[in-house]
């Protein structure tokens, strides 16, 4: 609430459809938000036991200084040396050349992804299709800053769904349960959502949610 990562309005995702409410981790812009973040990251991949691959990877753009963030907290936090890798929107012909920039990605490797938010699932199966086109990476898990906890492609999350269509399993920081949770009651950050504003997420999540 702070830096207005999280706000409440009419709002447009990229599968099409219209929210109140919005995530927008791009606004973690400056060095002490940025470092928090990565502390929480690599907190909950300690916790999760998830700590013992090769390369962390971000999918660009906002995937990028997640990544960074999370392989410098791992190992300022825990000693925790591992590598980090993300992508690039467009292929780069020249120079050092190709679509990854960062710890190379090679076939065997294990590499846990650093994600922002999952809505519908679209750029997550992207990622993880060119990926696997890059090398035969063992792929541990997906750790996300939030879980929308909307449906996919079936009547499932789209987490589950994709954990059940690829055995890769979804990691969030926090789900939008829990935050409403939060901003339903008096809390630290001084914001407490209001009759409206609570009514029309529920009402989204009734329609979209799973």
């Given amino acids: 609430m702070e830096t207005e990562v999280l706000t409440f309005g009419d ?10 409410y919005f995530v927008n981790t791009g606004r973690f812009h400056h060095g002490s ?16 036991g998830l700590s013992e691959v090769q390369t962390v990877f971000g999918p660009a753009y906002k995937g990028i200084p997640l990544c960074v963030t999370t392989a ?3 190992y300022e ?13 467009e292929e780069k012909s020249h120079g050092d050349g190709g679509k990854y920039v960062g710890a190379p990605l090679r076939s065997g490797d294990s590499v846990l992804i650093i994600e922002d938010v999952i809505t519908a699932g679209i750029t ?9 086109e890059e090398a035969l990476v063992d792929i541990r898990g997906v750790v996300i800053a939030v879980d929308r906890c909307e449906r996919g492609e079936t ?41 409206d504003s609570l009514e029309r997420i529920q009402q989204y999540l009734s329609e979209h949610g799973a």
């Fill in 124 to 132: 997550l199966r992207a990622t993880l299709k060119t990926l696997k």
């Fill in 33 to 48: 938000h940025i470092s928090r973040l990565g502390h929480f990251y690599a907190a909950h991949i300690k916790k999760l």
């Fill in 72 to 74: 410098y907290s791992l």
């Fill in 155 to 195: 009547n499932l999350s789209a987490a589950d769904e994709i954990e059940k269509e690829l055995g890769i399993s979804i990691h969030p920081l926090v789900t939008i349960h829990e935050i409403i949770e939060y901003l339903s009651q008096s809390n630290s950050s001084g914001f407490t959502l209001s009759e």
């Fill in 77 to 89: 936090r825990y000693k925790i040396d591992i590598g980090f890798c993300f992508d690039r929107k």
């Fill in 11 to 20: 709002f447009i995702t990229k599968s099409g459809r219209k929210t109140p």
